[in-house]
Nanobody
Framework: QVQLVESGGGLVQAGGSLRLSCAASGNIRSINAMGWSRQAPGKQRELVATITSGGTTNYADSVKGRFTISRDNAKNTVNLQMNSLKPDDTAVYYC???????????????WGRGTQVTVSS
């Protein structure tokens, strides 16, 4: 079936940058929207950014102007460039793919296992 694998997480100092990547694998025919969510300890999961197959993007107010989401439809990958990182950005970041058409006639939504991002002060 479909699998999403994130990479690029790690430890970075405040003000630094990280680039997260996510690759969707499987017999995928198309993906409607891809995005990133995050969850910090003791907090609910929040949507960070999304991008449609047509390139329309949406960002949480907390990251607008600092994060940039992009995707390669042909490769079924999505990236999140994170600049000017703050300690409040510390969380597990999850990749998601919505409206995935795969196999012969199947469709569904999928999530990655997450990657840890830690921003030190």
């Amino acid at each position: 079936q479909v699998q999403l694998v994130e990479s690029g997480g790690g430890l970075v100092q405040a003000g630094g940058s990280l680039r997260l990547s996510c690759a969707a694998s499987g017999n995928i025919r198309s993906i409607n929207a891809m995005g990133w969510s995050r969850q910090a300890p003791g907090k609910q999961r929040e949507l960070v950014a999304t991008i449609t197959s047509g390139g329309t993007t949406n960002y949480a107010d907390s990251v607008k102007g600092r994060f940039t989401i992009s995707r390669d439809n042909a490769k079924n990958t999505v990236n999140l460039q994170m600049n000017s990182l703050k300690p409040d950005d510390t969380a597990v970041y999850y990749c998601k793919a919505d409206g995935v058409r795969f196999g012969i006639v199947s469709s569904g939504n999928f999530w990655g296992r997450g990657t840890q991002v830690t921003v030190s002060s």
